[in-house]
């Protein structure tokens, strides 16, 4: 069992930063990958950045891509994700998942995901 929990969501200025947090609990941190996914109003669940099990292998949506930055501490049990240059089409619910599975892998589907938090709100401001 893996229990994530979100942090750091807010209300921010266009062009502003935040830093998300995934701390999580249960099994051993480091024997699985970590992604991030954002869901917005009316939209679809979609993929915005992973990192594998010990860090060394990333990977991030399109749309993000320079802008955001996923980051693990395994002595901490948690994962950020640093997004800056911050755009009002970034609001949306973000969510942290863990892969149990492959965790030497980074990847982009959410059914390939067994364990989910609760997420947090992102609002970006015009």
């Known amino acids: 069992q893996v229990q994530l929990v979100e942090s750091g969501g807010g209300l921010v200025q266009a062009g502003g930063s935040l830093r998300l947090s995934c701390a999580a609990s249960g099994r051993s941190f480091s024997s699985y990958a970590v992604g991030w996914f954002r869901r917005a109003p009316g939209k679809e669940r979609e993929f915005v950045a992973a990192v594998n099990w010990s860090g060394g292998s990333t990977d991030y949506a399109d749309s993000v891509k320079g802008r955001f930055t996923i980051s693990r501490d395994n002595a901490k049990n948690t994962v950020y994700l640093q997004m800056n240059s911050l755009k009002p089409e970034d609001t949306a619910v973000y969510y942290c998942?863990?892969?149990?599975?492959?965790?030497?892998?980074?990847?982009?589907?959410?059914?390939?995901?067994?364990?989910w938090g609760q997420g947090t709100q992102v609002t970006v401001s015009s």
């Open positions: 998942a863990a892969d149990t599975r492959l965790p030497r892998l980074v990847r982009h589907d959410y059914e390939e995901y067994d364990y």
